[in-house]
């Protein structure tokens, strides 16, 4: 069975930095591409960053670009997302999801249940 | 532009059919996915590709896809279809892209 966990969310001050993790079961990371998706209450989803099967492509929004980075650990088929320079405009449940087919990108045919990060004073 | 654009709202009668509409650059050269999301629940894929549904998602949803705009026809709506559906594409950066969203009302 296919399942993703977010972990590692929590009220930050702004400017500090923050670890997301995506505990993954059911299929290797390496496999597919992983990305975060977040929402912030009551607004729609934004993609936040993806990496692809082979790490050849990793991408970043443009809101997050110098400040988030995503990574992957195979051994522990593991997903991450390390945040710095957080801002209020972070606020949001983080999701990390799965690309549905082996070298795919943006079909994403399982999420997790997300982890709720709240940057405020 | 990598923005895809959704109507913010649509309501749809019980039993009637429903189509929500997604426009943008990036949907002239690839498909876009639809995700249904309940209130306090992750999104579920339910369209991907040319019209192809999770076997878990009953046939009463479709999909299509023309020039910049992407479809998604829901047929027999049901009270459960209730919910906000977003598609997203692969962004003409590379990146995803998502829909603003569109909330479904069935009445």
């Known amino acids: 069975e296919v399942q993703l966990v977010e972990s590692g969310g929590g009220l930050v001050q702004p400017g500090r930095s923050l670890r997301l993790s995506c505990a993954v079961s059911?299929?290797?990371?390496?496999?597919?591409?992983m990305h975060w998706v977040r929402q912030a209450p009551g607004k729609g989803l934004e993609w936040v960053s993806g990496?692809?099967?082979?790490?050849?492509?990793?991408l970043y929004a443009d809101s997050v670009m110098g400040r988030f980075t995503i990574s992957r650990d195979n051994v522990n088929n593991s997903l991450y997302l390390e945040m710095s320079s957080l801002r209020p405009d972070d606020t949001a449940r983080y999701y990390c999801?799965?690309?549905?087919?082996?070298?795919?990108?943006?079909?994403?045919?399982?999420w997790g249940q997300g982890t709720l990060v709240t940057v405020s004073s | 532009s990598s923005d895809l654009t959704q109507d913010p709202a649509v309501s749809v009668a019980l039993g009637q059919t429903v189509t929500i509409t997604c426009q943008g650059d990036?949907?002239?050269?690839?498909?876009a996915s639809w995700y249904q999301q309940k209130p306090g629940q992750a999104p579920v894929l339910v369209i991907y590709?040319?019209?192809r549904r999770p076997s878990e998602i009953p046939d009463r949803f479709s999909g299509s896809n023309s020039g910049n705009t992407a479809s998604l026809t829901i047929t027999g709506t049901r009270a459960g279809d209730e919910a906000d559906y977003y598609c997203?594409?692969?962004?003409?950066?590379?990146?995803?892209?998502f829909g603003g969203g569109t909330k479904l009302t069935v009445l």
């Open positions: 990496i692809n099967w082979n790490r050849g492509k990793i």
């Open positions: 590709g040319d019209n």
């Open positions: 059911g299929f290797n990371v390496d496999e597919y591409a």
């Open positions: 999801a799965k690309s549905l087919y082996s070298r795919g990108w943006y079909e994403l045919d399982y």
């Open positions: 990036s949907l002239k050269n690839t498909f």
């Open positions: 997203n594409s692969r962004a003409t950066s590379g990146g995803v892209v």
